[in-house]
């Protein structure tokens, strides 16, 4: 990712500051860092990171990979070292694959001196718990995988997502999740620097909800047609949420916006 490529805005909107270098790991850490809690706000942050193709596709073949590039990838892990924890819906997971968070070394300094483990937790929402709790995801993680649900999840899956190593965390009185709930059962376990990767349905629950701070969004210069879903999905709100532009990347056509709530 070359720095030439970092947009800052300045009194007429204009691009400015333009250097020709690659960013390193070390200033995509910085500059995607979370911002400390100011006097009456709250403890967490959370931050969702998603790509879209052009025509607004967010996957192609049921999967986010196909429309995705390297840079997008560096960022995908430094979003990913930064955080507390990765909340992922239960659909995303069965289709992308999802493995336990690793370890990276180039950001172990930077965890340590957070008070952070040595990897995010994932956090895996789901209402049925209809999970493969088999995989390496729920039984060799790093950080014990957490699975949020409702208060109303059927016990004997309970039984077998606890059997499996994974944290069963009840955040909502039914069968689903309550996004307000689970933020708050989150930071209440310390979890306070949140990032979610969606999928679309996730991500649409968590607008809806009005708990998304921040959206760091990957637009990928990519037709695909079809009728694949948005990056958010579910009901509409009713007003319109405002969010600001506060950077913008660029690498071989791909943009890298991030966008935070007024």
Not at 23 to 28: I, K, T
Not at 48 to 72: E, F, W
Not at 106 to 126: D, H
Request: hydrophobic content about 45%; some cysteine.
């Amino acid at each position: 990712m070359n720095r030439d490529a970092r947009v800052d805005r300045g009194d007429h909107g204009e691009p400015s500051g333009r250097i020709d270098r690659e960013w390193s790991l070390a200033e995509l850490a910085a500059a995607y860092a979370y911002p400390e809690p100011g006097p009456g706000e709250p403890e967490s942050w959370l931050r969702a990171n998603m790509v879209a193709t052009l025509d607004g596709a967010a996957q192609h073949g049921g999967r986010s990979q196909s429309i995705s590039s390297a840079a997008d990838m560096r960022i995908f892990g430094t979003l990913r070292a930064l955080s507390d924890v990765v909340i992922v819906g239960a659909e995303t997971v069965r289709q992308e694959g999802y493995r336990p968070a690793r370890a990276r070394a180039e950001f172990a300094g930077r965890r340590q001196a957070a008070g952070q483990g040595p990897a995010p937790a994932i956090a895996v929402v789901s209402a049925s718990l209809d999970l493969d709790f088999s995989l390496p995801l729920f039984t060799s993680p790093l950080v014990p995988t957490l699975v949020l649900t409702g208060a109303a999840a059927a016990p004997d899956r309970v039984a077998t997502a606890e059997k499996s190593g994974a944290r069963v965390v009840i955040a909502g009185d039914g069968v689903g999740v309550d996004p307000v709930r689970a933020v708050q059962a989150l930071a209440g376990l310390g979890h306070t620097r949140l990032l979610t990767e969606g999928g679309p349905r996730l991500l649409g629950q968590l607008v809806a909800a009005g708990v998304l701070d921040e959206l760091c969004l990957t637009v990928s210069p990519m037709l695909t047609a079809g009728d694949a879903q948005r990056i958010a999905g579910g009901p509409s709100v009713a007003v319109p949420q405002r969010f600001a532009l506060a950077s913008l990347l660029e690498e071989g056509g791909f943009l890298f916006s991030r966008y935070r709530r007024t």
